[in-house]
């Protein structure tokens, strides 16, 4: 692992746009993903591709869609359609390896990537196409869509867990009812599998691939069935198989708002402006549950509701994915902790996605976690002793209750040595994927793996400053060697990013700290 240096914070910062087959169905990949798959070997893939156009993307692209059995033990059973999309390469000598991108959630449309995905690989698609495909069940691709991105839906309907499972539970029984309502069908193998047969329809002999969050599972499990399919790989936040991902989000979580404080203590203005930031903090928590009322911040109703431990989890995770939203809440908690809960809401409310949602598909979602994640969950955990609580984790418990759940091969929670070159990238506090994860994945996968860490960045780094040109040089060297020796001098121009400077409100410290109204 590379840890780039940190460096002291200052005022000035830079953001950019977030974020944003070699074995056969027989043999090998039979005994790796069971019996059920081995029984039957599907047909040739076909796939043919028009001219599209897709959303922020100032060319055309080539879109298509591919055929593939829901049930891969029954390849003439039901079928399902894959959309698949391609942003051809500038250059006229295009390079025969392309990028492949796996988006994450799990639930994450790629092709609704496709405007940010052309920004941050300008460089590559001089050369290389980068294809996007909808993984079943999301996008297009067989979707598992939920209604759950309602903005107009009250504050205690948006964050109470029991609201959450009433829509959860009707959610699912609307689903099953789908032609392709099998939900055990969504595993990430059978879509790995999927993706290589997408591989095959175009013709590629190896592809480089590109995975953030949950996409570097996907693209770890590509690699586990198709190692010799893969050129390069970048995984960007990553959330290995047997990261448990409910039992993680608290810890890593605790250890992301730990470092606001810290930083803010550490920063003279902000020190200066917010003081007490941690013990308000804890105030704020002791002080729970409590009635309280907020302006709902896209309808502007004001709403009465009890707000709880649980509840406030909710509305300070979503902040802490990217430092520059983080940055507001020492003033958010501040003025919390004067009853005035607005900054709050509206922060937590806002970088869920803007009252819009994530775009997740949360029936997808589910079938994922439910069958990979919730089985392996452990009672008797960390996560009850922070600050955050149990309440990810009970929530997913409860809503995979009842959810079906598809097989998975043991294999699956395995990472085989790497026979490619591997980068793997860490915001040092990010709370959804911490380093930590990244560098026993990085170990597991040997000599040909890189870690590289950059401070003060959250929940995914391929996107900030140099960085994507780090990744560029990464996939762009013809020799594996120099590829993986240069990373380290290259992502050295990352540790000259500061972290954002705390939001100060346009008052003074002492009148920003004075007592303004309270909860009613």
Known sequence: MLTLPRVRRGTAFRTSTRWLRGMLWGGLLAGAMGPALAQATPPAPTLQLHPCRLKDVEVDARCGVLRRPLDPARPQGVQIDLHVAVLPAIARRR???????????????????????????????????????????????????????????????????????????????????????????????????????????????????????????????????????????????????????????ATGAQAALEAVFDDCAQDANCHATYPNARAQWQALLGSLPRKITVAHPFTGQPETFTLSRAMLASLVLPPLYAPLTASALPLAVLQASQGRFEALVGLGMGAMGGGRGLGLATGMHFSVICAEDVPRMKPGGEAALTDFGDFQERLYRESCRDWPRGELPPAFYTVPPASSPVLLLSGAVDPATPPVHAERVAKALGPKAVHIVVPHSGHGVMSLGCMRDVVFRFLDEPNDAKALAQVGADAACAARMPRPPALLPLMSPTAASAPQGGAR
């Open 95 to 249: 390079l025969p390896d392309p990028v492949v991108f796996i988006a994450g959630g799990p639930g994450q449309s790629a092709i609704s990537l496709a405007g940010p995905i052309s920004q941050l690989m300008t460089r590559e698609l001089n050369r290389r196409d980068v294809i996007l495909v909808d993984q079943r069940g999301t996008g297009q691709s067989a979707p598992l869509r939920c209604d759950d991105d309602q903005p107009t839906r009250t504050l205690a309907e948006s964050m109470d867990p029991a609201g959450e499972q009433r829509v959860l539970q009707a959610c699912r029984a609307r689903l099953q009812k789908l032609p392709y309502g099998d939900l055990r069908q969504f595993t990430t193998p059978i879509a790995m599998a999927d993706l290589d047969a997408v591989r095959q329809a175009l013709g590629v002999a190896r592809w480089n691939v590109v995975g953030a969050s949950y996409g570097t599972r996907a693209a770890l499990e590509y690699q586990r069935q198709f190692p010799a399919r893969v050129r390069r790989m970048v995984l960007d936040g990553v959330a290995p198989a047997d990261m448990v991902l409910p039992q993680s989000f």
